[in-house]
């Protein structure tokens, strides 16, 4: 059996993002790594494509080899302008005959809806003598496909794959170019990289006041079961401003504080869990 294809992540000035629905599902339901959608917000509120991914999760892929880096090229030829305006112009044709497809249906559904309240005003105008409600009710759907043209601006959706393959290439990228030189931001890896080999799911926790949320399942499925605050170093060290604050706020949102350091040999990392003992909200 052929193995699953990498996924297809693009980096545009030392940030790294992924441009397709599928591979953005893949990266959940595979790789346990949600990233952060950036695109503007669509009609119901939600944020859209593309999917950024941070240099931790990035780094993790990479070390995992479950992703493949490209960058878009900087003199592209005549040609590939070309098949890429081709390829564009395709799919915006397809997208108008969608939406087009969608309005007639739509339509259709309200005449028949309303068939009775159609037929009768149709008889009142007199220019249905001598047919059938039947064969007014189809005349009448039958002329809603040719009211509705174009169709309109094409729909916000993603493309099954980039429409522009020539504009890519793909470059080899090791995962160390992404280790920092700031010794708490390379613990922070390790540490991430630790809790999701033992399975859990990690978002960013900056809107929490820690580095990490980590959840057992899906966050769309869940709530995180724990806040993970990071200190590099042997002994880990809150200050008692630090601890009230964070040890109050855990509480209140109901998640428990895990705080990861280094044992001594700088080489395991070590998990001491701070328990709030609060009143929780009722």
């Known amino acids: 059996m052929a193995s699953p294809s990498k996924i297809k992540v693009t980096r545009t000035h030392n940030r790294y993002f992924v441009w397709t629905s599928s591979d953005v599902i893949r990266l959940r339901k595979e790789w346990r790594i949600i990233g952060v959608l950036i695109g503007f917000q669509s009609q119901v509120g939600e944020e859209v494509l593309p999917l950024q991914l941070s240099s931790l999760e990035t780094r993790l892929l990479l070390e995992e080899g479950a992703i493949d880096i490209y960058e878009v090229i900087d003199n592209p030829s005549e040609e590939a302008i070309k098949s890429a305006q081709q390829s564009y112009q395709e799919y915006q044709n397809k997208a108008k005959e969608k939406v ?8 259709k559904k309200i005449i028949q809806e309303n068939a009775d309240n159609v037929i009768s005003k149709h008889r009142q105008r007199n220019v249905s003598e001598g047919k059938s409600d039947e064969e007014i009710l189809q005349s009448v759907l039958k002329r809603v496909e040719g009211e509705v043209s174009g169709g309109g601006p094409p729909p916000v959706e993603t493309f099954p794959d980039s429409p522009f393959p020539q504009f890519l290439k793909r470059v080899e990228v090791n995962p160390d170019d992404l280790k920092s030189a700031d010794p708490q931001q390379e613990f922070k890896y390790l540490v991430f990289r630790d809790l999701w080999k033992k399975g859990y799911f990690l978002t960013r ?42 040890g109050r706020l855990s509480t209140q949102v109901n998640k428990e504080l895990l705080l990861a350091y280094q044992s001594k040999n700088r080489e395991d990392i070590s998990y001491m869990h701070l328990d709030w003992e609060g009143k929780r909200g009722k």
């Open 100 to 107: 087009k497809t969608v309005l007639i249906e739509e339509k």
């Open 205 to 246: 926790g900056d809107n929490f006041s820690c580095d990490f949320l980590a959840y057992q399942y899906d966050p769309m499925v869940c709530h995180s079961t724990y806040m993970v605050v990071c200190k590099s170093g042997e002994h880990p060290s809150l200050s008692s401003l630090e601890m009230s604050v964070k």
